[in-house]
């Protein structure tokens, strides 16, 4: 064992890395590759390595993985990650503007139009929609829009992925004091056999599983505000 003072001569520490299997000599240890690292525990680290015959093979399979890549890609074996990268700039690129469309959809085109009218209960507008393929991230951005455009009211939205609901309900800040949209969400939330929302009183959101019951979860924020 090498040992190296960490605090004083008193305190040494082991830097050898030991398999349990030794060797003579360290030649007979041939090829080594460390194929892993991972934290075990709090200062402990598991460290993952293979050595002769099987490193080999390991190298072999990751050349080969890159030449495939490589071909797939059109491009040379050491252009592989630039290209990779590349590709993901250009899926995060589309992946937003599928969410302006998808946003531009809920709101109707982005012109007036009547299926964004704000329905009326006990004085209070509310616009209360279920968005299809529109997940809890671009019900925030939907949201705030219709919060514009209503001026003051409610909006309920619930959007409905992979079979799941998403919850956002808006306040416009006039009507705070009487209504709560983190009692709204939950409303929905529960309907939808969720656990709960959370949020402030003016935005608040939610998850529930069963999505094909988001009509119902409307009904509930309907219900809750006194329709």
Known sequence: TLGRSLVSDNAPYSVELCGG??????????????????????????????????????????????????????????????????????????????AELKKQLALGGGGASANTAPEEINGVKLIARVLDGVDGKGLRGVAEDFRKQVGS?????????????????????????????????????LAMGGQGAGGKPDFAQGGAPDGAKAEDGLTAVRTALGG
């Not at 050595?51 to 050491?78: I, S």
């Not at 959007?159 to 009507?175: C, F, H, L, N, W």
Request: hydrophobic fraction near 50%; proline fraction near 0%; avoid cysteine.
């Open 21 to 98: 299997t030794h060797v003579a000599r360290t030649g007979d240890i041939g090829l080594f590759k460390v194929v892993q690292e991972t934290g075990v525990a709090a200062g402990v680290r598991r460290i993952e390595a293979l050595t002769g015959e099987a490193a080999r093979l390991y190298l072999e399979g990751q050349a080969g993985v890159a030449r495939k890549l490589a071909r797939d890609f059109k491009v040379q074996t050491g252009d592989v990650s630039v290209r990779v990268e590349g590709l993901q700039t250009s899926v995060k690129a589309l992946e937003k503007q599928v």
């Open 153 to 189: 009211g409610v909006v309920a939205l619930i959007g409905v992925t992979e079979g799941k609901a998403a919850v956002t309900v808006a306040v416009t800040s006039d009507i705070v004091g009487s209504v709560n949209a983190a009692d709204l969400a939950r409303a929905a939330v």
